[in-house]
Nanobody, 123 residues
Framework: QVQLVESGGGLVQAGGSLRLSCAAS????????MGWFRQAPGKEREFVAA????????YYADSVKGRFTISTDNAKNTVYLQMNSLKPEDTAVYYC????????????????WGQGTQVTVSS
């Protein structure tokens, strides 16, 4: 049974940092891409960042490029999202996802999703 468990969300002031973690279990993910998405109230779920499990390729939404960094720790089967220079508009529930489609910026590329972790950035 595949499980993706996010952690690390919380309340932070604008300009601050948070690191989200996604612990993956239940299968071998070496052929998977791992993605982070976010969803704010009343809005659609949107792509934030993605990485191939080998770490060779990374992808970012324009809105987070230069501020967020996605990485993996293969030994721990964990994906991280380091978020710096946070802005109030980054406030959302952040979801981790795993999938094998090359369309890594779209929700339909992902087969498995975590339960989400809330990130709130105060101004």
């Amino acid at each position: 049974q595949v499980q993706l468990v996010e952690s690390g969300g919380g309340l932070v002031q604008a300009g601050g940092s948070l690191r989200l973690s996604c612990a993956a279990s239940g299968r071998t993910f070496s052929s998977y891409a791992m993605g982070w998405f976010r969803q704010a109230p009343g809005k659609e779920r949107e792509f934030v960042a993605a990485i191939s499990w080998s770490g060779g390729n990374t992808y970012y939404a324009d809105s987070v490029k230069g501020r967020f960094t996605i990485s993996t720790d293969n030994a721990k089967n964990t994906v991280y999202l380091q978020m710096n220079s946070l802005k109030p508009e980054d406030t959302a529930v952040y979801y981790c996802a795993a999938g094998r489609s090359p369309l890594v910026t779209t929700t339909r590329a992902y087969d498995f999703w975590g339960q989400g972790t809330q990130v709130t950035v105060s101004s």
